[in-house]
């Protein structure tokens, strides 16, 4: 069985944070346009090898986002360099 998670419930878990999440069947925020609820498929703390294996699944379509330390309603990108919105990764 597959769970859909909100952005908020990512982030309060100890298993995500402080790594790359990849976002499957995301649904995003009209405005900002960051998936604010997805299935996670795939983690890690290091983003090469995250983009790696989804790399290997070709036709996988991913949002790939920073989970950082902060609780917020919306997504983050990595704190040293400011996006305007998540890469979508597809293969």
Known sequence: MVNRLTWPQIQRSDEYRGRWIAL??????AKTARPVEG???DADEDLAELCNRLQREEGRHCAVVFCGEEVDSRPV???SRPVSRPHAVTH
Not at 24 to 29: A, L, S
């Open 24 to 29: 499957g069947d995301c649904r995003y925020d």
């Open 39 to 41: 299935i996670v498929v």
């Open 77 to 79: 990108s990595r704190p």
